[in-house]
């Protein structure tokens, strides 16, 4: 069985290695901008699993 939070995480990273490649310049900008947008995927994807776990299936 595969972990759906490690799929989510290794899935933040390839889009925010390559957000982060493509719209910065510098790489000090480029490492801050990835690692921010990779918090931002994982909090944002835990905060609505947390919202959506009252509703039924």
Known sequence: ????LLLLAIFAFFVSLVF???????????IRFGGMLFAGFIV????????MYPFPL
Do not use: F, N, P
């Open 44 to 51: 944002a994807a835990i905060v609505l699993g947390w919202l």
């Open 20 to 30: 982060a490649l493509l719209t910065k310049d510098e790489a000090r900008e480029q």
């Open 1 to 4: 069985m595969q972990s759906h």
